[in-house]
């Protein structure tokens, strides 16, 4: 509150002034660089500080129910007699989505929508937060670093194996052949870099994890698959690049050590497709495909784009899917790379704004896409709009902040909603 008594020790500290509206923005913000999300029993708490302090400003009625729970069931037993079983009362906070007024104290469990990213209660618009410059000069140069690292262990380990005789006339064999160089891999992937940035033509705004795509839902690379995300995303008016191991364009290849794949005419064909159309990487042996279309989802494309911004926005007048360009389609979940590649809050920025998730549906004939996210979920304050006076026009001033906290148990979508008047 305003009219509060300063925090004892804040000052020095830093915090200046120590009380007030303009101390807890300060508060948060400083909370927002080391914490990500809050549980909802540290929303319940919030709540009720709240509701101590502003004690003559909140109506509990739209915020909070009590739901009643029989003690046994809260502790996972079903040994107890019916007489034996008591009852707690277990408050939680209710979604509350109800148009606040602009002078109104805000501590809600509110939806945003998720294509607008518009707080219904607070009508403050949240952002998607990604990555900054040097942030993503630091994601290129640890995935170098982690390319030639994996290159290392790869070619050490094919080292310690004794070869092996075939009978399918040495399929395979140079799938295994590296270089002694030890920087072989990171150089391979800064050379992947340096085409993207200097190719010419149309910019890739799709950015394709091919292995993931064509074997997805199969026990086997399945090419056809492929082909129909490459010509769904031409549809939605996408310039797709496909990221695929070398391995899996050659006429024959193992997919696991029972089984030997060989393409089809039609499997070739395809591929040749895709290398006439400029559409296909082909990722050399014993380097990881992941670091490729990792980085190419934060390329700058600095000839292709020639300074323009190639993110598709909202209001956009060809009926595009609106977010980030390139965006990156894959289902892999990346738990191998996150804990290496990043800190967690940049990881999730990469994360959330450029994957898109998919499913095939219908036969193999259809897919559908998960769109990547359209805010940031971070702890984030963003400013509300100013009132408007009866006339209808905006008065002056800013209106005061809304943050916005993630809840790791709450829905996707869901946040804690704070916003004390300034006034």
Known sequence: RNDSNPVKGAEEIGYSPAHGTQFFDRLVSDMANDVLEISSSAALKLYHAFKVGFHDAMDLSEDVVSLTKKKDEMEGTTTATEGDIQEEEEETLVLNNNQANHDELVVSRVKVNRTTAICQRTNATLRLIMLEEEQGQQLHDTLIQMADAQYEAFEAKNKAKKPKIRKEGGVGNNDNKGSDDPHFAGKQLSNFVDWVNTREGEPFTAIVDGANVAYFGQGHVDYLQLKLMVETLENMNENPLVIMPQKYTNSKFRVSSKFLQKLTPEDLEIIEGFEAKGQLFKVPALCLDDYYWMLASVSDQTVSRNGTNIDVPTDNDDGRWPGIRPMLISNDQMRDHK??????????????????????????????????????????????????????????????????????????HERLCIRIPYH
């Open 339 to 412: 804990l290496e590649l990043l800190e967690p809050r940049l990881f999730r920025r990469w994360c959330s704004s450029h994957i898109v998730n998919y499913s095939v549906k219908n036969n193999k004939t259809e897919i559908s896409f998960f769109a990547a996210d359209f805010f940031s979920r971070e702890i984030q304050g963003n400013p509300t709009p100013a009132p408007f006076s009866l006339s209808g026009q905006e008065e002056s001033g800013n209106g005061a902040t809304a943050w916005h906290f993630p809840v790791s148990d709450w829905d996707n």
